[in-house]
Nanobody, 129 residues
Framework: QVQLEESGGGLVQPGGSLRLSCAAS????????IGWFRQVPGKEREGVSC????????YYTDSVKGRFTISRDNAKNTVYLQMNSLKPEDTAVYYC??????????????????????WGQGTLVTVSS
Protein backbone atom coordinates (compact mmCIF):
# COMPACT_ATOMS: atom_id res chain seq x y z
CA GLN A 1 0.00 0.00 0.00
CA VAL A 2 1.36 3.38 -1.02
CA GLN A 3 1.12 6.02 1.63
CA LEU A 4 2.77 8.93 3.38
CA GLU A 5 2.46 9.38 7.08
CA GLU A 6 3.37 12.49 9.05
CA SER A 7 4.19 12.44 12.73
CA GLY A 8 5.76 14.67 15.33
CA GLY A 9 3.14 17.34 15.73
CA GLY A 10 1.91 18.52 19.09
CA LEU A 11 1.60 21.41 21.48
CA VAL A 12 4.69 23.53 22.05
CA GLN A 13 5.35 26.87 23.69
CA PRO A 14 6.52 29.83 21.63
CA GLY A 15 10.24 29.57 21.05
CA GLY A 16 10.15 25.80 21.25
CA SER A 17 11.02 23.15 18.68
CA LEU A 18 9.40 20.20 16.98
CA ARG A 19 10.60 17.78 14.37
CA LEU A 20 8.05 16.52 11.91
CA SER A 21 8.61 13.26 10.07
CA CYS A 22 7.19 12.19 6.74
CA ALA A 23 7.56 8.44 6.27
CA ALA A 24 6.79 6.71 3.01
CA SER A 25 5.65 3.16 2.45
CA UNK A 26 5.12 1.41 -0.85
CA UNK A 27 7.49 3.66 -2.78
CA UNK A 28 10.96 5.18 -2.56
CA UNK A 29 11.04 8.76 -1.38
CA UNK A 30 14.36 9.64 -2.97
CA UNK A 31 12.72 9.43 -6.41
CA UNK A 32 10.36 12.22 -5.39
CA UNK A 33 10.49 15.90 -4.62
CA ILE A 34 8.97 16.29 -1.16
CA GLY A 35 7.03 19.31 -0.09
CA TRP A 36 5.76 20.41 3.30
CA PHE A 37 2.56 22.44 3.36
CA ARG A 38 0.43 23.80 6.17
CA GLN A 39 -3.13 24.90 6.49
CA VAL A 40 -5.14 26.80 9.04
CA PRO A 41 -8.92 26.29 8.97
CA GLY A 42 -10.51 28.89 6.76
CA LYS A 43 -7.26 29.78 5.03
CA GLU A 44 -5.53 28.57 1.90
CA ARG A 45 -2.93 25.85 2.09
CA GLU A 46 0.54 27.36 2.25
CA GLY A 47 3.78 25.92 0.96
CA VAL A 48 6.43 25.79 3.68
CA SER A 49 9.41 23.96 2.24
CA CYS A 50 10.49 21.57 -0.46
CA UNK A 51 13.47 19.35 -1.17
CA UNK A 52 14.12 18.16 -4.70
CA UNK A 53 15.04 14.63 -5.69
CA UNK A 54 17.64 15.60 -8.30
CA UNK A 55 20.20 17.50 -6.28
CA UNK A 56 18.48 18.07 -2.95
CA UNK A 57 17.83 21.71 -3.76
CA UNK A 58 15.91 23.21 -0.88
CA TYR A 59 13.36 26.00 -0.69
CA TYR A 60 11.57 27.73 2.18
CA THR A 61 8.82 30.23 2.43
CA ASP A 62 10.13 33.53 3.77
CA SER A 63 8.35 33.29 7.12
CA VAL A 64 10.25 30.14 8.13
CA LYS A 65 13.70 30.85 6.70
CA GLY A 66 16.37 30.51 9.36
CA ARG A 67 13.99 28.62 11.66
CA PHE A 68 12.93 25.50 9.74
CA THR A 69 15.19 22.89 8.13
CA ILE A 70 14.10 20.18 5.71
CA SER A 71 16.18 17.05 5.26
CA ARG A 72 16.08 13.51 3.89
CA ASP A 73 17.14 10.18 5.30
CA ASN A 74 16.93 7.85 2.33
CA ALA A 75 17.90 4.83 4.41
CA LYS A 76 14.78 5.40 6.50
CA ASN A 77 12.67 6.52 3.53
CA THR A 78 11.76 9.59 5.55
CA VAL A 79 11.87 13.35 5.16
CA TYR A 80 12.04 15.62 8.18
CA LEU A 81 11.06 19.17 8.95
CA GLN A 82 12.96 20.52 11.93
CA MET A 83 11.10 23.53 13.30
CA ASN A 84 12.85 25.81 15.74
CA SER A 85 11.92 29.13 17.33
CA LEU A 86 8.28 28.35 16.79
CA LYS A 87 5.77 31.16 16.79
CA PRO A 88 2.00 31.15 17.37
CA GLU A 89 1.52 31.93 13.68
CA ASP A 90 3.14 28.58 12.84
CA THR A 91 0.08 26.86 14.27
CA ALA A 92 -1.49 24.75 11.53
CA VAL A 93 -2.00 21.25 10.23
CA TYR A 94 1.18 20.28 8.44
CA TYR A 95 1.13 17.98 5.43
CA CYS A 96 3.88 16.36 3.45
CA UNK A 97 3.46 15.54 -0.20
CA UNK A 98 5.46 13.58 -2.77
CA UNK A 99 5.89 14.61 -6.40
CA UNK A 100 7.46 12.20 -8.88
CA UNK A 101 9.71 14.86 -10.30
CA UNK A 102 13.37 15.78 -9.97
CA UNK A 103 12.42 19.34 -9.11
CA UNK A 104 10.29 21.18 -6.62
CA UNK A 105 7.18 22.94 -7.83
CA UNK A 106 8.61 26.26 -6.72
CA UNK A 107 8.58 29.12 -9.20
CA UNK A 108 8.94 32.85 -8.73
CA UNK A 109 9.22 32.41 -4.96
CA UNK A 110 5.95 30.53 -4.78
CA UNK A 111 5.07 26.93 -3.99
CA UNK A 112 2.54 25.09 -6.13
CA UNK A 113 0.70 22.14 -4.63
CA UNK A 114 -0.99 20.82 -7.77
CA UNK A 115 0.62 17.75 -9.26
CA UNK A 116 1.79 16.02 -6.12
CA UNK A 117 0.97 12.34 -6.36
CA UNK A 118 0.76 11.48 -2.69
CA TRP A 119 -0.30 13.36 0.41
CA GLY A 120 -0.18 12.47 4.06
CA GLN A 121 -3.09 12.85 6.43
CA GLY A 122 -1.54 15.79 8.26
CA THR A 123 -0.22 16.41 11.74
CA LEU A 124 -1.36 19.27 13.96
CA VAL A 125 1.17 21.74 15.31
CA THR A 126 -0.05 24.11 18.00
CA VAL A 127 2.22 26.86 19.28
CA SER A 128 0.76 28.41 22.38
CA SER A 129 1.68 29.38 25.91
Amino acid sequence: QVQLEESGGGLVQPGGSLRLSCAASGFTLDDYAIGWFRQVPGKEREGVSCISSSDDSIYYTDSVKGRFTISRDNAKNTVYLQMNSLKPEDTAVYYCAADYSPYCRYYSSRFYSRGYEYWGQGTLVTVSS
